[in-house]
C-alpha cells in the first residue's frame, strides 16, 4: 500500500541541504520516487541526486504533477511558487546550517571548474536566510499545502527522532527502519562547529 495515495510529496530545500539523502530516505520507507536519472551520482553526490527534469520547466508546462500523485520528487524550493493550485501538497523540508550549504556549493562548482557567485559568503547566508523566510510566510499561507522543516544536521547526527516526525507527517505507515538504514553519517562533509 502506497501512503502517499493521491497526494504529491515533495523533498524541497536550498542545494546542497540534503535533499537527495531525505528523497532516498523516503524513496526506501515507502513512496516512490518520481526520478528520470537525467542527472546520474557524482564525487558530490555519490548516492545519486534522485531529480525529475521536468520539474525545472514547472512554470511552463505544470503536466508532469499528474504524474507526482502518490510519489515523491525533488523540488528546489523557489519551484514551489510556479504549482498549479489544483493539488494537494506535503512539502518536507531540509534545513541545514546556511555556511556550510555554502561551502558545498563552493566546492561542488569548484569541482566543476566553475566559480561561485559574486556574492561573499555572509552576504549569500543573508540573502539565502531572506528568500527562506519569505518562502515560509509564503506556503504557510497556501491551504494546499502541508509543511514539514527537517534538520539535515540532526538527522545525520541521529535519524531516530526526524524520522518518527517524517513517518507521522507521511501517513503513518512507512518502513522506519529502512529510512533510518539510508543515513550515512560519512558524507557529511562541508561541517560547521
Known sequence: MNPAGGIVTIVSGLPRSGTSMMMRMIDAGGIPALTDNVRTADQ???RGYYEYEPVKRTKEDPSWVDAARGRVVKMVYRLLYDLPARYTYRVVFMRRNLMEV???QDVMLTRRGREGGELPPDKLVALFTQQLDEFDRWVRAQPNFGLL??????????PGPAVARLNEFLGGALDTAAMRAVVEPELYRQRRG
Open 149 to 158: 522543516y527537517v534538520d539535515y544536521n540532526e538527522v545525520v547526527r541521529d
Open 102 to 104: 555554502v561551502a558545498s
Open 44 to 46: 558530490d553526490n555519490p
